[in-house]
């Protein structure tokens, strides 16, 4: 039960093999066993989870049909709940409880969906390690030396560990796909837009999208279809009617054509990790695909141009945190000057502080030309290469990081964390969907192969990755409890 | 040496929508400090701004009032500073690509001489809450219920020459906004507020001096005082060798007198950059010719007709255009008595001096513009004479009738026009007057012409005032001459 998809679980309340409390009741005891080393949750909601599952038995009993309902979940730290601590990871949120919930909570709720808890992540979201947090660092159930990848480390490890079948995730820089990869799940990136983000704590607000994480293509599209669509409340979501997703999963890959960047396959890819897409894009040929190389050639760009553009967002979005009306204060401020510094000081972590401190220069009279325009014109000249490579194939392959899972504490100066995200930040700026989906292991470490689409075409991505599942078993491993435990 | 003052004006206006210009929350004055913060004006976690349209049709038909370009694409962007009032620790406003472009006002001045200020652009904005230094021992207490409230902030060009030409520019602002109904212009409540920059130049000079400028001053007598000691200190400063410094400068109405604020060097670096939680604002032509199609004859326009049209001098047309009420009562009266001069007369005597007896809003006048059309009216069909006429006035703002002819029946104040009727009483006057009847015979035309004033009285009295008075006139001279 512990590591069935969400698709499994349903056929099995709907048969009566368990109800929804003896899932939820199962899963929080298991939580509570093994996760004291995992570290992948920050909160556990163990009496609304089973107050929640009671309600879902009763509705089922009643009738209550809904795919979704009285299935568990994981929701990532960074998505407001309403009387919950929602703290982003962060000393700075520490005793915040969101006097609301967000639109996707809103909406899995409504779905019918049990929240487990709130997982771990990188202090608002700024890491790919999830090291950052103010809970400690999430070890990788598959390999507790290593980490899990972040930002939404928290809820790839908690589904690989079989805490929870499934999560809400956040990607701003690939903080879906990687800890994905890295967890050996599956992991989308949805378009920008195709998302709300009311609820959601921004990070950098033109780059954030939240997004599902699961056990398989196929669960990642029941959750996508019931947390997209437009919502009033976030200007930035599209007005677009929200597919079917399940519609085209099925679908025949006769004839689609792949695309493989020639720069996702260059210099400081692992060998071992180049030789799993390689066997991964082999079994898309056999499946009728054809394989074709372009070029995205602004690439060596893409993360030049993200760490302009998020950390100049984030420093405005951060500025909320003043110790003045929520959050984190200072004991006995002098002054206000000293409520401010000593408040952000000691509720900000070091990269928070860091990206903080870049964003403010970057945007600084004098500057901003030379900074955040000329990362805008970049980051329009990375979304135009998409869009050209896209007039060409229908998808496009490649890993989802440079390497595995690297060590606890392995990656000590910045800028070689920041370029963990090399084949993911790109997806961000030009807005495009992206999928990471299990494709093999290097050694006890999972490989996660991604597949980029046009924007909106999420329908196709999953079927890719699906058709993928039904040809291969990488999705259906997962570690064994003696690794674990 | 003789100075030139050079004035250009950042006017604030709060724009009359219901609810904040990106929340939900209401934007009525005077409720119970932080009841009308949600969680949007809070700045809460995860929370993000909608805008509110009303705000940018307000902003359209002002733009569209003064003449200005109105782009097809607009820009939201982040004003970056830390004050504790401001939720965020941003105030979202627009700088590079403002809503509404350059424009021009008209203002009109003491002698009637009518002079142009040109408007740089004007730009939607959130207004910050506000700090309380009072009451909390030594600590500011924080009131977020302003916070969000849509502010239109109109920029001028340095135009002005004069604390008059300034005030005179604030006046026009404020009838433009209050004519279109998006501002209801309380200055006292902050729903238009001035930062003036000011500067002194040498006459005939073509550069413009260092400007200081003057934040939140916040009546019509306040910005020309202000202007007035701040033109004195410059050109004090520099006669006696200093400079003026780039300064913002605080008006004091107690001391009277600017103070300095914080000099350039102390200013923020507010690192703007477009807001990534909003779209770019795009109205097309249709959408602009919509709102085109919604204003109200403005100021001007109507200054001028009633100046043309009517006939109006131009000191009665700007009086009664300079506000939509004004002009409203005055237009609903024309309408029911159909002569403008006598109109304009009523409003502007004794209507608007017996508002000004009690401080009475014209829009709150216990006597109605139907009410007043209908006793000029009767003035003017000779039902009444006009010493009646004040009566039913007196009658109609105390409430102690319907309409001018309920009280003219009551108080049987009809003139008599009855020529027997009239005679009639002048033959008792005269029989009653022996003695002044002789000495008025006795004396020549000249003095005649004095001593009739007795005999018009007693008529009047005998008739309680409702005699027409040109006819007792005519009719007693008649009497008293051919006798």
Redo the contacts between chains.
């Keep these: 039960m512990h590591h069935m998809t969400l698709t499994e679980l349903a056929k099995g309340l709907k048969a009566g093999d368990f109800s929804s409390r003896e899932l939820t009741t199962s899963l929080l005891d298991r939580i509570e066993r093994l996760d004291g080393d995992i570290n992948s949750f920050i909160t556990v909601t163990r009496n609304q989870a089973l107050s929640a599952a009671d309600a879902a038995d009763q509705a089922r009993a009643k009738g209550d049909s809904r795919p979704l309902a009285g299935l568990p979940l994981a929701i990532k730290d960074i ?2 709940t309403q009387g919950i601590r ?1 703290s ?1 990871g962060s000393k700075m ?1 520490d005793n ?1 409880q ?3 919930n ?1 639109t996707v909570v809103e909406k899995l709720e409504a779905a019918g969906m049990i929240s487990l808890g709130k997982t771990n992540m990188d202090e608002f979201a700024m890491g790919s390690s999830n090291e950052s947090s103010f809970y400690g660092p999430v070890k990788n159930p598959w390999d507790r030396t290593a980490v899990p990848g972040g930002s939404s480390g928290g809820s790839a490890a908690a589904i690989a560990a079989g805490f929870a079948p499934a999560a809400l995730g956040t990607d701003t820089g690939g903080s879906i796909r990687q800890p994905a990869a890295f967890c050996g799940i599956t992991g989308l990136k949805p378009t920008y837009g195709r998302v709300s ?6 990070f ?3 780059l954030d999208q939240g997004g599902p994480m699961a056990r398989s293509a196929e669960d990642c599209a029941h959750l996508l279809g019931a947390i997209a669509g437009h919502d ?5 979501s599209v007005a677009r009617v929200v597919p079917d997703y399940l519609a085209e999963l099925d679908a025949p890959l006769d004839g689609l054509k792949i695309g493989l960047p020639k720069e996702y396959f260059g210099n400081g890819l692992d060998t071992e990790v180049e030789s799993a897409i390689r066997e991964a894009i082999r079994v898309y040929e056999s499946l009728g695909a054809k394989v074709c190389e372009v070029s995205l050639p602004h690439t060596h760009l893409a993360v030049p141009a993200y760490y302009v553009i998020a950390p ?2 984030a ?2 979005n ?3 945190y ?1 110790g ?4 984190h204060r200072c004991e006995n401020p002098a002054d ?1 000057e000293d409520l ?1 510094k000593r408040t952000r000081a000691e509720g900000f972590g070091d990269e928070v502080k860091r990206r903080i401190l870049i964003g ?1 220069h970057t ?3 004098g500057f ?1 030309d030379a900074y ?1 325009r000329k990362a805008q014109q970049v980051r329009r000249l990375i979304r135009q290469d998409f869009l050209d490579a896209f007039d060409e194939v229908d998808v496009l392959m490649g890993p989802a990081a440079p390497t595995t899972a690297f060590d606890l504490g392995a990656k000590k100066d910045p800028v070689s964390m920041y370029l963990q995200d090399i084949y993911t930040i790109a997806i961000n700026l030009a807005g495009i969907p992206g999928i990471s989906v299990p494709a093999g292991f290097a050694g006890k470490r999972p490989i996660g192969l991604q597949i980029l689409g046009q924007h909106f075409a999420e329908s196709q991505l999953l079927n890719v990755a699906h058709q993928f599942q039904q040809a291969t078993d990488w999705h259906r491993r997962h570690p064994t409890d003696q690794e674990t435990t | 040496m003789q100075w030139e003052t050079v004035i250009g004006l950042e006017v604030h206006v709060q724009l009359a929508t219901q609810s904040k210009i990106f929340s939900g929350a209401s934007t009525a004055f005077g409720a119970e400090p932080n009841t009308q913060a949600c ?1 949007i004006d ?10 509110n349209e009303g705000a940018v049709a307000m902003a359209v038909q002002f733009g569209l009032a003064i003449n200005a370009e109105i782009p097809e694409t607009s820009l939201f962007e ?1 004003k ?1 500073y ?1 004050y ?1 009032d401001l ?4 105030q979202t406003s627009q700088m590079a690509q403002p809503i509404v472009g350059k424009g021009e006002v008209e203002i009109v001045l003491d002698d009637d001489v009518r002079k142009r200020i040109r408007i740089h652009h004007a730009h939607l904005e959130e207004d910050a809450g506000k700090s309380l230094h009072e009451d909390f021992h030594g600590m500011s207490g ?1 009131d977020l219920n302003r916070a969000g409230t849509p502010l239109l902030e109109i920029v001028s060009e340095p135009d002005m020459r004069s604390a008059k030409e300034a005030v005179a520019y604030i006046r026009a602002i404020h009838a433009i906004v209050t004519y279109l109904g998006i501002s209801d212009g309380n200055m006292a409540e902050g729903s238009m507020r001035c930062d003036v920059n000011v500067s002194v130049r040498p006459k005939g000079q073509e550069t413009l001096g260092t400007r200081a400028e003057i934040k939140n001053v916040n009546s019509f007598r306040f910005v020309e005082r202000a202007i007035e000691f701040e033109v004195e200190r410059q050109i004090e400063l520099i006669e006696d060798g200093g400079k003026v410094v780039q300064e913002t400068r605080l008006y004091d109405p107690d001391q009277d007198e600017t103070r300095s604020m914080r000099t350039k060097e102390e200013a923020n ?1 507010y ?3 477009p807001c ?4 770019p604002v795009m109205l097309d032509e249709a959408y602009i010719e919509h709102q085109r199609s919604t204003l109200p004859e403005l100021p001007t326009e109507k200054r001028n007709r009633f100046e043309t049209s009517l006939g109006l001098s131009t000191y009665d047309a700007g009086v009664l255009s300079s506000t939509r009420p004004m002009a409203e009562y005055f237009e609903a009266v024309l309408a029911v008595c159909g002569d403008a001069k006598q109109a304009a007369n009523w409003v502007q005597g004794e209507l608007s001096g017996h508002l000004n007896r009690e401080n009475i809003d014209i829009s709150n006048s216990p006597v109605t513009p139907e009410q007043l059309g209908g006793l000029i009216s009767r003035v003017l069909d000779d039902t009444i004479n006009g010493k009646a006429a004040k009566q039913v006035f007196a009658a109609l703002w105390n409430n102690e009738g319907a309409s001018a002819d309920e009280i003219i029946d009551a108080r049987g104040l009809k003139q008599v026009t009855d020529t027997g009727a009239i005679e009639a009483m002048i033959d008792q006057v005269i029989a009653d007057s022996p003695v002044q009847v002789a000495q008025y015979r006795e004396a020549d035309p000249e003095k005649r012409g004095k001593m009739i004033g007795y005999f018009v009285g007693q008529v009047m009295k005998a008739s309680r005032g409702t005699a027409n008075p040109q006819q007792v006139n005519g009719l007693l001279k008649q009497k008293l001459d051919d006798a």
């Design positions: 998505f407001c929602t982003c949120l915040f969101a006097p609301y967000a983000r009311y609820g959601m704590i921004a950098a607000s033109s009033l409340r976030d200007s930035t100049a967002e420093s405005s951060l500025s909320r003043d003045v009306r929520f959050g206000l401010y403010t945007l600084s009279e901003f955040y | 969680a809070l700045g809460l976690p995860g929370v993000l701004p909608v805008l982040r970056n830390f504790p939720p965020k620790g941003y924080i670096d690192r703007y950059f990534p939680d909003l779209l």
